[in-house]
Structure formats: C-alpha cells, structure tokens
Nanobody
C-alpha cells in the first residue's frame, strides 16, 4: 500500500523553526517529485515548495523563498521541509504529495495532479 506519512509540526513562536517530515511507504521517493502544500483556515490550498524526481532542482512560492528549504534523504525514503523565520501567516495545515516523473521542479508543479497525498500536519505560529 502506497502511503506518505507526515510528522513534525506543532506550535511555534514567530521567528522560530520547525521541520516537517514526509516518509514514503510502499514506494521509493527518489522516483517521484515531492510537493509541499498548505491550507490556512478559510483559504484555498497553495503550493509551498517542490523537489524534482531527477535533478534535485527545487522551487518555492515567493511567500516562503529564503525561509523554507526542501530536501530529500534517499536512505530514509523521506523528504523534509525545514521552515525558519516562521511568521503567523505561515499558520496552516501542511501536506506533502508525490508525483511520478517530474524531472525538473518549478512552481507549475503545484498545479499538477498528484499521485499520493499525506494526511496533513498542523503548523501554528503564534506568540
């Protein structure tokens, strides 16, 4: 059974950091591009970051560029989203998603139909 298991998240003060994890079960993440998305209360889901399946290229939404970093650990079959300098407007449920065969990352990947989704994890940024 193909699954993406998310962990991390929680409550953090503005300016703080969190790391989200997205571990694949039943398939190998190195063959897939990974996207991180978020949905804030009352808002539509938006793409945050993506990592390609082939050349390890990355892409970020303007709102998180310079603060968030996506990475992959092939040995652990896990993708991470390191979030630094968090702001209250980063508060949302964060989802990871996988799509096969995207050799180069771009923000257009956020509009692709993903093959698999994680269940989401809440990130709350508040003092």
């Amino acid at each position: 059974q193909l699954q993406l298991v998310q962990s991390g998240g929680g409550l953090v003060q503005p300016g703080g950091s969190l790391r989200l994890s997205c571990a694949a079960s039943g398939f190998t993440l190195t063959s897939y591009a990974i996207g991180w998305f978020r949905q804030a209360p009352g808002k539509e889901r938006e793409g945050v970051s993506c990592l390609s399946s082939s050349d390890n290229s990355t892409a970020y939404a303007d709102s998180v560029k310079g603060r968030f970093t996506i990475s992959r650990d092939g040995a652990k079959n896990t993708v991470y989203l390191q979030m630094d300098s968090l702001k209250p407007e980063d508060t949302a449920v964060y989802y990871c998603a996988a799509i096969e065969g995207v050799p180069r990352a771009s923000i257009h990947v956020f509009n692709y139909t993903m093959d698999q989704w994680g269940r989401g994890t809440l990130v709350a940024v508040s003092s």
